[in-house]
């Protein structure tokens, strides 16, 4: 079974770019969920996909992020524009329903200089 | 206050000892509890889910529950150098919300 996959695994980009983070989830896995950890921080919760549709999006922290999940397969989380404080590693995860374990991708670190 | 409390470490145990991880969390809804291991630069791999009050074994692993004090525990016995790692302690309500909280994590070194 190939995992959740993520890419890329590294970006660097300056203040004001646009980044696009792309998650590939375990098949057959309804929940995505994105995650951020921020140096020294817990993981921190972005938003949960079920399917196509957002369950919740409260972990987002402004409109300058912007995720989708297009029928129901991979997602993706841009960044427009991007701030200092974004800087982080962004992680996706995928489970099977409720109080199942997360899967976790190799998580994409973005650096914002 | 935040959602999931980890000692904070770090923690070292000499090799063939006993590593004890704790984790308290704040929200008494929570259904479902877990222990993720997290190597330098990798992703987090789950360890131990536990979901009842009381222990569950796995191995050299023991996840032991108390809900009453909202507290979760890993024990590692018979340490391993490449038990070497950041642990986390994550939480889930399990409901419609379906969030998991996590912990800052502990860093365990085992000294050979």
């Known amino acids: 079974e190939a995992g959740v996959t993520q890419f890329p695994s590294h970006s660097v980009i300056e203040k004001g770019q646009t980044v696009t983070l792309r998650c590939d989830p375990i098949s057959g896995h309804d929940n995505l969920y994105w995650y951020r950890r921020v140096m020294g921080k817990e993981i921190k919760f972005l938003l949960h996909f079920v399917k196509e549709s957002k369950q919740d999006e409260s972990g987002m922290p402004n409109n300058r992020f912007l995720a989708e999940r297009t029928g129901g397969t991979y997602s993706t989380l841009k960044v427009q524009p991007a701030e200092l404080e974004d800087s982080g590693v962004y992680f996706c995860a995928t489970n099977t329903g409720y109080n199942s374990p997360l899967h976790f991708g190799n998580g994409t670190r973005l650096t914002v200089t | 206050q935040k959602e999931v409390e980890q000692n904070s470490g770090p923690l070292s145990v000499p090799e063939g000892a006993i590593a004890s991880l704790n984790c308290t969390y704040s929200d008494r809804g929570s259904q479902s509890f877990f222990w993720y291991r997290q190597y330098s630069g990798k992703s987090p791999e789950l360890i131990m889910s536990?979901?009842?009050?009381g222990d569950k074994e796995d191995g050299r692993f023991t996840a032991q529950l108390n809900k009453a004090s909202q507290y979760v525990s890993l024990l590692i016995r018979d340490s391993q150098p490449s038990d070497s790692a950041t642990y986390l302690c994550a939480v889930n309500r399990g409901d419609t919300g379906n969030q998991f909280y996590f912990g800052t994590g502990t860093s365990l070194t085992v000294i050979p």
């Open positions: 536990i979901y009842s009050n």
